[in-house]
């Protein structure tokens, strides 16, 4: 069965992208679809959100640099049907390095062509670092979808507007010609206030067919969970973040065609 890439990026910290990386992955996984989490930001917050601690040498640094493979940095989680490869902090050399290697907007792509010829996962979701710095460049260029988490927020709009620009160049210099914007996972979104409820409006009034229904809300338990080092859905199962990320996780699963014939 296909695999299919995701990244989750954004180049502004803090809308919650590395959330909802872990608590996605975590939702499909609790669906039996084998999913793998790949770590690209040297802070590894998706590393250490699930639990796992940073190790030197598990991170992709080497495989991009052209040592060792892919396979060698897939690390368990405690979840089943979750897997990770993690981050650590040799992995921001690697954007100065980069620049320095033929097609180096292509590295991670060959890197992770193995894995996803492999069978062994149904989905890939790989988590940017917070700048369209090169790391973030790859992970678009090794993409089938683009999945743009999104803040609540008024210069949210702003972000957006520039980042759909960065995937228009991508496509038209060649570099990944069938990237598309899967989706926007609106976040942080606190009912309470009308700027939130605006800013949904305004990405439905612009992108009806690629925001998420399923809006994720702004809780203390979602805040919480990555320093318990668990997702939402074993930190807090019952309560509105996972319950928020199972739903996203369906609209994934049927948007993307996850599962065919009811197997993941």
Not at 220 to 244: M, N
Request: proline share 6%; hydrophobic share 45%; charged share 20%.
């Amino acid at each position: 069965m296909a695999c299919t890439v995701f990244t989750i990026a954004n180049q502004k910290g803090g809308v919650g992208k590395t959330t909802t990386a872990i608590n996605l992955a975590a939702a499909l996984a609790e669906q039996k679809i084998h999913t793998l989490v790949v770590d690209l930001d040297p802070q590894a917050n998706a590393t250490s959100a699930l639990g796992v601690e940073k190790q030197e040498g598990k991170s992709l640094y080497g495989p991009l640099r052209g040592e060792g493979s892919a396979f060698e940095m897939l690390t368990p989680t405690e979840w089943p049907h979750l897997a990770l490869i993690p981050s650590e902090v040799d992995l921001a050399a690697i954007e100065i390095e980069l620049a320095q290697q033929e097609n180096y907007l292509m590295r991670l792509r060959s890197v992770l062509e193995p894995l996803r010829n492999s069978g062994g996962y149904r989905a890939i979701i790989i988590d940017c670092p917070p700048a369209l710095g090169m790391l973030s460049m790859n992970s678009l260029a090794a993409a089938d979808h683009l999945l743009i988490a999104l803040q609540c927020e008024y210069m949210a709009l702003e972000g957006l507007g520039q980042i759909l620009k960065v995937v228009e160049r991508l496509k038209n210099a060649g570099v990944n010609p069938t990237l598309d914007v899967g989706g926007i996972v609106m976040t942080m979104f606190d009912s309470r206030i009308n700027l939130a409820k605006q800013v949904v409006e305004e990405v439905r009034q612009h992108l009806p067919e690629k925001i998420f229904a399923t809006l994720i809300p702004r809780t203390v338990r979602l805040s919480e969970a990555p320093s318990f080092g668990k997702p939402i859905l074993a930190y807090d199962p019952s309560g509105p973040g996972a319950t928020a990320y199972r739903a996203l996780a369906k609209e994934v699963i049927a948007r993307f065609g996850l599962k065919e014939n009811g197997v993941a």
